[in-house]
């Protein structure tokens, strides 16, 4: 079993930044490609943007040009840099092998947008 680890949650003002980052307790990534997702409150887990080893990166509409996705050289932590944050960013933020396995779930960092 392999979790996910979250880092780089907070609270943050409307069009503010963040930046999250994922790792797999320090390893490589054991999988070729991970994903953030994220929960707002009453709302059913959606992803966000998921990345490949090679760097090939995609987002769902509601993010894009406004989320980036990145990694390392090292393929051992991925990053989630959130520009021009809303009120409706606000969600537990969760990474995970993609496609998500039940085991690969980690914690997630809380990511609330308020002024």
């Known amino acids: 079993q392999v979790q996910l680890v979250e880092s780089g949650g907070g609270l943050v003002q409307p069009g503010g930044s963040i930046t999250l980052s994922c790792t797999e307790s320090?390893?490589?990534?054991?999988?070729?490609?991970i994903g953030w997702y994220r929960q707002a409150p009453g709302k059913q887990r959606e992803k966000v943007a998921v990345?490949?080893?090679?760097?090939?990166?995609s987002y769902v509409a509601a993010v894009k040009g406004r989320f980036t996705i990145s990694k390392n050289a090292a393929w051992n932590t991925v990053y989630l840099q959130m520009n021009s944050l809303k009120l409706e960013d606000t969600a537990v933020y969760y990474c995970?092998?993609?496609?998500?396995?039940?085991?690969?779930w980690g914690q997630g960092t809380q990511v609330t947008v308020s002024s």
């Open positions: 995970t092998h993609y496609p998500p396995t039940s085991q690969s």
């Open positions: 320090g390893n490589i990534f054991s999988q070729n490609v």
């Open positions: 990345i490949n080893s090679s760097g090939t990166t």
